[in-house]
């Protein structure tokens, strides 16, 4: 049986600020973007803002009304970065199996590693508050599904084992929303047959979730019962990424540029999210299409300089779709990825070319691409997405775990 | 509580990179050895906040956290009761 740490940094973005200026772990703070601007919106809080309510994603406005005492502070981007760098330094003095998600949650397969998974959970812990003066949760588990759940069930400062012999009593009784990749619509499709608690998908015939989820339901049958047999990924320098990129078959075909145009947006942002998280920018980007009797083709464009943002990005996909599409057939799939990469070195050097609209573009994705990753794809889109109604659409994509194309 | 108090170093670095402080200087233009290197490791300073490469000296016969934090030296400095 394997052992899997998933190893989560507590309010990553707030307790770096209250490393630098602990006075603020006695007052409500959050960290917000373009705090400026009364529409910045809170990409964490501590634990006081927390408790008076203060939710990540909420406008400062807002957050304030429950808490006028909030001090906001604006994010150091890369001072998470060095501190995201620092913590996987400590995370391979245990394993080279590491996967990444996001900055602040990482996978760790510590099956070969004699001191066994709670021993190191707990050192883990003891050292990021030395070392980084940050707090950890781990889940200790023999899958990555268990692992992320036991990481989100106590905080901040913990470990949680889910074993082979207590993960009925611990993991069944919690509501099915907490498993890794359901989403709000998946999270519906079974409220609808009465399915509520992991314990219910567990104990209920495959079949069922069949019927209401398609493969994917499967997929969750497995996960509910300790099933989940993915691998710790590992990232870095044994593996690099040749590309990052999505695609996706819209429920009906669709016939008209604002359709494909909302797809390619939604494609891109998803892109986006994800160089980001690896740290990384490209140079080309990638269409792909496939019509309804499924014929594709594939062209790509050269930037000027290599991008992580959504925008740039999906303004690219958006023209190659215009100069090479004559929608001759109706489009069963769109697929945009982003290749050529580089590994992007903070925020810094994009700084260096003196570029204050487009780090400040940067930054402001970063936020949302964040919020995204935290609530669902669905949770924040651009406006024009929202009009093609596909959002829900992309958000079910990654309910059912969809492990992307790389 | 205390606050990061930045100085200026003089350090030794050996062929291998490995790292030395030899002087500490603060503000006043006062300079104090480094009498002995008594450790090194990776630290939050959980007194004056910041986080970086916590050198342990003696000086004067009193150990002294000098952290380095991202290329700028620090201290913990006591607070003066006007500073915060
Ligand atoms: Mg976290």
């Known amino acids: 049986?394997?052992?899997?740490?998933?190893?989560?940094?507590?309010?990553?973005?707030?307790?770096?600020?209250?490393?630098?200026?602990?006075?603020?772990?006695?007052?409500?703070?959050?960290?917000?973007?373009?705090?400026?601007?009364?529409?910045?919106?809170?990409?964490?809080?501590?634990?006081?803002?927390?408790?008076?309510?203060?939710?990540?994603?909420?406008?400062?406005?807002?957050?304030?009304?429950?808490?006028?005492?909030?001090?906001?502070?604006?994010?150091?981007?890369?001072?998470?970065?060095?501190?995201?760098?620092?913590?996987?330094?400590?995370?391979?003095?245990?394993?080279?199996?590491?996967?990444?998600?996001?900055?602040?949650?990482?996978?760790?397969?510590?099956?070969?590693?004699?001191?066994?998974?709670?021993?190191?959970?707990?050192?883990?812990?003891?050292?990021?508050?030395?070392?980084?003066?940050?707090?950890?949760?781990?889940?200790?588990?023999?899958?990555?599904?268990?692992?992320?759940?036991?990481?989100?069930?106590?905080?901040?400062?913990?470990?949680?084992?889910?074993?082979?012999?207590?993960?009925?009593?611990?993991?069944?009784?919690?509501?099915?929303?907490?498993?890794?990749?359901?989403?709000?619509?998946?999270?519906?499709?079974?409220?609808?047959?009465?399915?509520?608690?992991?314990?219910?998908?567990?104990?209920?015939?495959?079949?069922?979730?069949?019927?209401?989820?398609?493969?994917?339901?499967?997929?969750?049958?497995?996960?509910?019962?300790?099933?989940?047999?993915?691998?710790?990924?590992?990232?870095?320098?044994?593996?690099?990424?040749?590309?990052?990129?999505?695609?996706m078959t819209t429920p009906e075909d669709m016939r008209s540029d604002p359709e494909a145009r909302a797809v390619l947006l939604a494609l891109s942002e998803n892109v986006a999210d994800r160089l980001r998280a690896k740290g990384l920018r490209g140079r080309e980007v990638c269409l792909w299409v496939r019509d309804c009797e499924l014929r594709s083709f594939t062209t790509q464009c050269r930037l000027r300089e290599s991008t992580a943002l959504a925008s740039e990005i999906g303004r690219s996909a958006i023209q190659l779709f215009r100069c090479h599409y004559r929608w001759e057939k109706p489009i069963r799939s769109l697929g945009v990825s982003v290749s050529m990469l580089e590994s992007e070195d903070s925020d810094v050097q994009l700084s260096i070319f003196g570029e204050a609209d487009r780090v400040r573009r940067y930054e402001l994705e970063g936020t949302l691409g964040e919020i995204r990753r935290r609530f669902g794809s669905t949770a924040i889109q651009r406006a024009s997405i929202l009009e093609g109604g596909y959002a829900a659409t992309l958000g079910s994509v990654e309910a059912c775990g969809t492990r992307f194309m790389e | 509580m205390a606050h990061r108090a930045y100085v200026r170093v003089l350090v030794d670095v050996d062929e291998i990179g490995q790292v030395q402080p030899v002087k500490i200087y603060w503000e006043d233009g006062r300079c104090f050895e480094v009498d002995r290197l008594l450790d090194v490791r990776r630290a939050a300073s959980t007194r004056a906040g910041g986080q970086g490469m916590r050198y342990t000296c003696r000086v004067r016969g009193r150990a002294v956290n000098l952290f380095e934090d991202e290329g700028r030296w620090f201290v913990e400095a006591r607070d003066v009761p006007a500073r915060r």
């Not at chain 1, 408790?51 to 906001?72: H, M, S, Y």
């Not at chain 1, 609808?192 to 969750?220: F, H, Q, Y």
């Open chain 1, 1 to 247: 049986m394997r052992t899997i740490l998933h190893s989560d940094l507590n309010n990553f973005y707030a307790s770096v600020e209250c490393v630098y200026d602990p006075s603020l772990r006695h007052r409500p703070m959050a960290v917000c973007g373009d705090p400026e601007a009364r529409h910045g919106i809170v990409l964490a809080k501590n634990m006081l803002a927390k408790q008076a309510g203060v939710k990540t994603a909420e406008a400062i406005w807002q957050a304030r009304q429950k808490c006028p005492d909030l001090v906001v502070v604006a994010p150091n981007h890369h001072r998470y970065l060095r501190f995201s760098r620092m913590i996987r330094q400590i995370y391979a003095e245990y394993t080279h199996k590491i996967e990444p998600f996001g900055m602040d949650e990482a996978w760790l397969d510590v099956s070969d590693h004699p001191m066994g998974g709670e021993a190191i959970a707990n050192e883990l812990r003891l050292r990021a508050r030395q070392e980084l003066g940050l707090t950890l949760s781990v889940g200790v588990s023999f899958n990555k599904v268990f692992a992320k759940l036991g990481s989100d069930m106590k905080k901040p400062d913990a470990t949680t084992v889910i074993s082979a012999d207590n993960y009925r009593e611990r993991v069944w009784p919690l509501p099915v929303g907490a498993l890794l990749y359901v989403g709000p619509a998946t999270r519906r499709k079974l409220a609808a047959r009465n399915l509520r608690t992991i314990g219910d998908v567990a104990r209920c015939a495959p079949e069922t979730l069949r019927t209401a989820l398609g493969k994917s339901g499967d997929m969750l049958w497995c996960y509910a019962n300790g099933m989940d047999r993915s691998p710790v990924m590992e990232l870095g320098e044994s593996m690099p990424v040749k590309s990052v990129g999505n695609s």
